[in-house]
């Protein structure tokens, strides 16, 4: 019996002991299609027999002319075209006729013919009108009025039946818990022999597109939630429900019975293939794109819509992805500067801080990927401890570590020269400000500058009325973590001076370095012509403030003293090293940081981003003496600063309290 | 002999199942912990001897926090046991109107600790010392106590008492050489338990002082492990555990040691 207790024990101790240290995997390079773009402004497009039909209405440049209280009117007239393309991009045929609104949906039936809908002023509503056009016709020919129906989102032909997505306003728009918003949308059919209309689903439908195999995939709502039905039109039988929440959707089409393509602001990867039996999925795109309206799949191309015309994409490899494999990445807190999906099934997945600890010690393999950033307390402990897949053989990685500004790539490798991390974001916060009302105010904010002697220009400026923002706690948080990052403890002079100030300046005088309502405004429009300074720290809001005002430049954040370095906040994803899915996981990682190098937009790069304006070029400057700190957690100190700002505590206070636990949060 | 044989292999094989479930859940995981406290890092798993308990030793908050834990088993154990002792003697021989308020001694137990907190913080607003935290200790604490004591001062049998009463025995001889000779076994046993619990207190101060890092005073071994997971060291967390372990340990062979003397 010993015996026996004894060898269940070592089975046991090995079984649980022994972790799957994971061997070489080899780096395959797998998803890349370039997209093929008909540069068309196109209104709507379908696609049959290997050719994309495109509608546009243009303005044809010859004029009408009315007669009209005794006086001539000249109007345009206007012209659709119809044009047929291959999916090389090449122009077939072409077929103009005189129809003077934009077709919203088109289907293209065979014997030369075309239907489509537009929408028509009938008094004071808009209703939308079936046409038909012939091809060799002058003219389209209405057939056709969908009563009460304002907007026709989708139409497909199934047999001799148009099937509809229509908005029928006959109640009040609800909004739900689950983000389903009902505007009205019901689905129906119209008998190309009959001229009959049929309503098929009165409630609930979100989006729907036709199968391969002539049925229609639906997507729809119920009070369960979001699910998938299928129905099979010509014997008007529904497939089961599957429930699936997709959000509300930007576009949809299906690929087949169960895969479809859809776009919504739920999913990472911004448009991506799902199944309706599977749970994952995978993006499309290297990078996160949605995509609006109108989409097709066809022999395993997808055809989308864009500002740019219609785009053709392979999408055979995606398509070929394993559903059920996902890429799991964990942060532990929600992290918006995720990393595109770069064509791979990644999920994000976001975790309370416990979860967080323990799935990192336990190495849990059912996580891939952690999403980190350097202004969480235990990132750097990641690397300290080494609980990383080092990526230095990982194809394209090193490449891109060695493109990123030094900074970066210092931070990236540590002591034993290994690749712990791949950077997939940095934001550093500058002064944007604008030369022209800085100058006429007689303000020069191009030099480094102390707070002291930003805080004494900002009450000048206010005193003159001249707008800008700052945000006084989040102006003080900046303060406190970069003097916290040069000093390393509270009790100094400088901290003392550094704390008045913060309490008597900057929350002394809330209204000027919080929102008025000019700044409010501005925040709206996105037009930040008329403000004076703010501090930026996002992609968008940098390019808004460099794209909306001409004389826009940057500089550093007035810190405590002059000689600090602009801190840097890294968001970086590491591989965790007993991943279950580790090769596909360096596959992803592989794909990302070969994208990263070629994106002109990476501000992680020393590249052409930075050479697009003199605000860039400013930006580029602090960029590249700009410093990766991994910082500390300002949990320790917050709350007491926060009591000493409302006079809870007195400054020699908070300095014993924050002093003592950051001694106790550096040494324990 | 040959049934006695298959009657112990069957019990052995009953037993079976509890033994895996505490290989598996505590004898495998410790032993882990122990490896991890022998190591590096859990990735690396270079072997550094005892490296990570010196440092564990000298870093002067795990000093702290041990002098902390140590002080609470000292001053609040002998309190909580003595404080215990006296209810549930009134309990179990007092008024009769006080033993139907037993129950109000178990609320501590069923009571969540995140709501008494706020109570607890406006009594001891002005208090910077240790004490809100030694009296929670106790607080919470001694329902599970009393119902431990009150349980042995009810169980002894009254026959005992009547045949001593019969012997001549008076009041005082009852209970010197009747109830407390009885009851020793479970004051004993509610002492170590006590001793265990008070390592274990964290939920209730963190409550209370709303940070991972207390005033110094209150800083003990379970903040310690705790803001080492937090920050994912891992070894730093796997010492302190194991070294927690054995302190326990040392206290518990010691209590039983004494108990042995007692009954010799």
């Given at each position: 019996m010993k015996k026996i207790s004894v060898l269940i024990m070592s089975m046991l101790i090995f079984l649980t002991t022994s972790c799957s240290q994971s061997g070489d995997v080899s780096i395959s390079e797998e998803f890349h299609s370039d997209i093929i773009t008909i540069d068309i402004e196109a209104s709507t497009f379908d696609v049959n027999n290997e050719t994309i039909y495109i509608a546009e209405c243009y303005d044809s440049g010859k004029v009408q002319i009315y007669q009209e209280d005794g006086g001539n009117i000249e109007l345009p007239i206007y012209e659709t075209a119809i044009s047929e393309y291959n999916f090389d991009g090449e122009l077939i045929n072409e077929y103009v006729f005189d129809e003077k609104t934009a077709p919203q949906n088109l289907i293209y039936a065979e014997n030369g013919m075309f239907y489509y809908t537009i929408p028509e002023l009938s008094g004071e509503t808009t209703q939308q009108t079936l046409m038909k056009y012939t091809i060799g016709e002058v003219k389209a020919e209405r057939?056709?009025?969908?009563?009460?129906?304002?907007?026709?989102?989708?139409?497909?032909?199934?047999?001799?039946?148009l099937y509809i997505v229509g908005v029928y306003p006959k109640h009040n728009n609800v909004n739900y818990d689950d983000g389903y918003y009902d505007s009205g949308e019901c689905l129906v059919s119209y008998d190309l022999n009959t001229s009959m209309e049929k309503t098929i689903v009165k409630n609930g439908?979100?989006?729907?597109?036709?199968?391969?195999n002539e049925e229609l995939l639906m997507y729809a709502h119920n009070e369960s939630g979001f699910y998938f039905v299928s129905y099979n039109a010509l014997k008007e039988e529904y497939?089961?429900?599957?429930?699936?929440?997709?959000?509300?959707?930007?576009?949809?089409?299906?690929?087949?019975?169960?895969?479809?393509?859809?776009?919504?602001?739920?999913?990472?990867?911004?448009?991506?293939?799902?199944?309706?039996?599977?749970?994952?999925?995978?993006?499309?795109?290297?990078?996160?794109?949605?995509?609006?309206?109108?989409?097709?799949?066809?022999?395993?191309?997808?055809?989308?819509?864009?500002?740019?015309?219609?785009?053709?994409?392979?999408?055979?490899?995606?398509?070929?992805?394993?559903?059920?494999?996902?890429?799991?990445?964990?942060?532990?807190?929600y992290i918006y500067e995720a990393p595109s999906a770069a064509g791979y099934p990644v999920k994000q997945e976001t975790v309370d801080y416990d979860s967080y600890a323990l799935t990192v010690l336990s190495q849990d393999s059912n996580y891939d990927l952690y999403l980190l950033n350097s202004r969480q307390s235990f990132s750097a402990n990641i690397r300290d401890k080494g609980s990383f897949y080092p990526l230095n053989d990982v194809d394209g990685v090193q490449e891109y570590i060695d493109n990123c500004f030094p900074f970066i790539k210092k931070a990236a490798i540590n002591q034993y020269g290994e690749i712990w991390m791949l950077p997939v974001d940095i934001k550093v916060n500058v002064l944007a400000y604008n030369d022209e009302i800085c100058k006429n105010a007689g303000v020069d904010l191009s030099e480094k500058m102390?707070?002291?002697?930003?805080?004494?220009?900002?009450?000048?400026?206010?005193?003159?009325?001249?707008?800008?923002?700052?945000?006084?706690?989040?102006?003080?948080?900046?303060?406190?973590?970069?003097?916290?990052?040069?000093?390393?403890?509270?009790?100094?002079?400088?901290f003392r001076k550094l704390a008045v100030e913060i309490k008597n300046e900057i929350y002394g005088c809330y209204e000027a370095f919080t929102i008025n309502s000019c700044i409010e405004e501005a925040m709206m429009s996105g037009d930040y012509s008329e403000i004076a300074f703010r501090i930026v720290s996002t992609d968008s809001d940098i390019e808004s403030f460099a794209t909306t005002s001409t004389s826009v430049s940057c500089a550093f954040v007035p810190m405590c003293a002059k000689d600090t370095e602009a801190i840097v906040n890294c968001t970086f994803v590491c591989v965790n090293p007993n991943s279950a899915n580790l090769e596909q996981t360096l596959n992803y990682v592989s794909r990302l940081a070969k994208n990263m190098t070629v994106t002109e937009n990476n501000m992680l790069v020393d590249s052409k981003f930075f050479s697009k304006s003199q605000f860039h070029g400013e930006l580029y400057?602090?960029?590249?003496?700009?410093?990766?700190?991994?910082?500390?957690?300002d949990e320790i100190y917050a709350s007491d600063f926060e009591n000493y700002l409302s006079n809870k505590i007195t400054l020699d206070e908070f300095i014993t309290e924050a002093d003592r636990k950051l001694s106790a949060y550096m040494n324990e | 002999m040959k049934k006695q044989l298959k009657w112990n292999t069957k019990c052995k094989l009953c037993l079976l199942p509890s033994l895996i479930g505490t290989a598996v859940f505590f004898?495998?995981?410790?032993?882990?912990v122990l490896y991890y406290s022998l190591i590096d890092n859990q990735f690396r798993r270079n072997f550094v001897g005892l490296q990570n308990y010196m440092e564990t030793l000298q870093n002067e908050y795990f000093q702290l926090a041990l002098k902390n834990s140590?002080?609470?088993?000292?001053?609040?154990?002998?309190?909580?046991?003595?404080?215990?002792?006296v209810v549930s003697l009134v309990l179990s021989y007092g008024i009769k109107w006080v033993r139907k308020t037993r129950f109000a001694f178990v609320l501590p137990m069923v009571i969540p600790t995140a709501s008494i907190v706020l109570i607890w913080r406006s009594v001891f607003e002005n208090d910077a010392t240790v004490l809100p935290i030694y009296l929670l200790f106790i607080w919470k604490n001694i329902g599970i106590c009393i119902v431990l004591l009150t349980a042995a001062f009810t169980s002894i049998e009254q026959s005992i008492y009547e045949a001593a009463r019969l012997d001549g025995a008076n009041s005082f001889i009852l209970h010197t050489k009747i109830t407390i000779p009885m009851i020793m076994p479970t004051v004993f046993f509610t002492t170590l338990l006590s001793v265990v619990n008070s390592f274990k207190i964290f939920k209730e101060s963190y409550f209370y002082y709303g940070t991972n890092y207390p005033p110094d005073h209150s800083y003990t071994l379970q903040y310690y492990?705790?803001?080492?997971?937090?920050?994912?060291?891992?070894?730093?967390?796997?010492?302190?555990?194991?070294?927690?372990?054995?302190?326990?340990?040392f206290i518990v062979i010691g209590g039983m040691a004494v108990q042995r003397r007692y009954r010799q």
């Amino acid at each position: 019996m010993k015996k026996i207790s004894v060898l269940i024990m070592s089975m046991l101790i090995f079984l649980t002991t022994s972790c799957s240290q994971s061997g070489d995997v080899s780096i395959s390079e797998e998803f890349h299609s370039d997209i093929i773009t008909i540069d068309i402004e196109a209104s709507t497009f379908d696609v049959n027999n290997e050719t994309i039909y495109i509608a546009e209405c243009y303005d044809s440049g010859k004029v009408q002319i009315y007669q009209e209280d005794g006086g001539n009117i000249e109007l345009p007239i206007y012209e659709t075209a119809i044009s047929e393309y291959n999916f090389d991009g090449e122009l077939i045929n072409e077929y103009v006729f005189d129809e003077k609104t934009a077709p919203q949906n088109l289907i293209y039936a065979e014997n030369g013919m075309f239907y489509y809908t537009i929408p028509e002023l009938s008094g004071e509503t808009t209703q939308q009108t079936l046409m038909k056009y012939t091809i060799g016709e002058v003219k389209a020919e209405r057939i056709y009025t969908f009563q009460e129906c304002i907007t026709i989102k989708k139409m497909e032909l199934i047999g001799n039946s148009l099937y509809i997505v229509g908005v029928y306003p006959k109640h009040n728009n609800v909004n739900y818990d689950d983000g389903y918003y009902d505007s009205g949308e019901c689905l129906v059919s119209y008998d190309l022999n009959t001229s009959m209309e049929k309503t098929i689903v009165k409630n609930g439908i979100v989006d729907f597109s036709k199968t391969n195999n002539e049925e229609l995939l639906m997507y729809a709502h119920n009070e369960s939630g979001f699910y998938f039905v299928s129905y099979n039109a010509l014997k008007e039988e529904y497939g089961s429900e599957i429930y699936k929440n997709l959000g509300m959707l930007l576009s949809f089409c299906a690929v087949d019975n169960e895969k479809y393509i859809f776009s919504s602001n739920e999913a990472l990867s911004g448009t991506s293939i799902g199944s309706t039996k599977e749970d994952g999925l995978v993006s499309i795109f290297d990078a996160d794109t949605f995509i609006y309206g109108t989409s097709e799949v066809y022999d395993e191309k997808y055809i989308f819509m864009n500002s740019n015309g219609i785009n053709i994409i392979d999408i055979s490899i995606p398509l070929k992805s394993r559903l059920d494999t996902n890429i799991k990445m964990v942060s532990a807190e929600y992290i918006y500067e995720a990393p595109s999906a770069a064509g791979y099934p990644v999920k994000q997945e976001t975790v309370d801080y416990d979860s967080y600890a323990l799935t990192v010690l336990s190495q849990d393999s059912n996580y891939d990927l952690y999403l980190l950033n350097s202004r969480q307390s235990f990132s750097a402990n990641i690397r300290d401890k080494g609980s990383f897949y080092p990526l230095n053989d990982v194809d394209g990685v090193q490449e891109y570590i060695d493109n990123c500004f030094p900074f970066i790539k210092k931070a990236a490798i540590n002591q034993y020269g290994e690749i712990w991390m791949l950077p997939v974001d940095i934001k550093v916060n500058v002064l944007a400000y604008n030369d022209e009302i800085c100058k006429n105010a007689g303000v020069d904010l191009s030099e480094k500058m102390t707070v002291y002697e930003f805080v004494d220009t900002a009450r000048n400026l206010y005193s003159h009325n001249i707008p800008f923002y700052i945000g006084a706690e989040y102006y003080s948080e900046l303060l406190l973590s970069n003097y916290l990052i040069n000093f390393g403890h509270f009790n100094t002079e400088e901290f003392r001076k550094l704390a008045v100030e913060i309490k008597n300046e900057i929350y002394g005088c809330y209204e000027a370095f919080t929102i008025n309502s000019c700044i409010e405004e501005a925040m709206m429009s996105g037009d930040y012509s008329e403000i004076a300074f703010r501090i930026v720290s996002t992609d968008s809001d940098i390019e808004s403030f460099a794209t909306t005002s001409t004389s826009v430049s940057c500089a550093f954040v007035p810190m405590c003293a002059k000689d600090t370095e602009a801190i840097v906040n890294c968001t970086f994803v590491c591989v965790n090293p007993n991943s279950a899915n580790l090769e596909q996981t360096l596959n992803y990682v592989s794909r990302l940081a070969k994208n990263m190098t070629v994106t002109e937009n990476n501000m992680l790069v020393d590249s052409k981003f930075f050479s697009k304006s003199q605000f860039h070029g400013e930006l580029y400057d602090i960029y590249k003496n700009a410093t990766v700190r991994f910082t500390y957690s300002d949990e320790i100190y917050a709350s007491d600063f926060e009591n000493y700002l409302s006079n809870k505590i007195t400054l020699d206070e908070f300095i014993t309290e924050a002093d003592r636990k950051l001694s106790a949060y550096m040494n324990e | 002999m040959k049934k006695q044989l298959k009657w112990n292999t069957k019990c052995k094989l009953c037993l079976l199942p509890s033994l895996i479930g505490t290989a598996v859940f505590f004898v495998i995981p410790y032993i882990r912990v122990l490896y991890y406290s022998l190591i590096d890092n859990q990735f690396r798993r270079n072997f550094v001897g005892l490296q990570n308990y010196m440092e564990t030793l000298q870093n002067e908050y795990f000093q702290l926090a041990l002098k902390n834990s140590l002080l609470l088993i000292i001053i609040c154990v002998p309190v909580l046991i003595i404080l215990s002792l006296v209810v549930s003697l009134v309990l179990s021989y007092g008024i009769k109107w006080v033993r139907k308020t037993r129950f109000a001694f178990v609320l501590p137990m069923v009571i969540p600790t995140a709501s008494i907190v706020l109570i607890w913080r406006s009594v001891f607003e002005n208090d910077a010392t240790v004490l809100p935290i030694y009296l929670l200790f106790i607080w919470k604490n001694i329902g599970i106590c009393i119902v431990l004591l009150t349980a042995a001062f009810t169980s002894i049998e009254q026959s005992i008492y009547e045949a001593a009463r019969l012997d001549g025995a008076n009041s005082f001889i009852l209970h010197t050489k009747i109830t407390i000779p009885m009851i020793m076994p479970t004051v004993f046993f509610t002492t170590l338990l006590s001793v265990v619990n008070s390592f274990k207190i964290f939920k209730e101060s963190y409550f209370y002082y709303g940070t991972n890092y207390p005033p110094d005073h209150s800083y003990t071994l379970q903040y310690y492990m705790n803001n080492n997971f937090l920050k994912l060291d891992y070894q730093s967390l796997a010492t302190s555990a194991v070294l927690t372990s054995v302190i326990v340990f040392f206290i518990v062979i010691g209590g039983m040691a004494v108990q042995r003397r007692y009954r010799q």
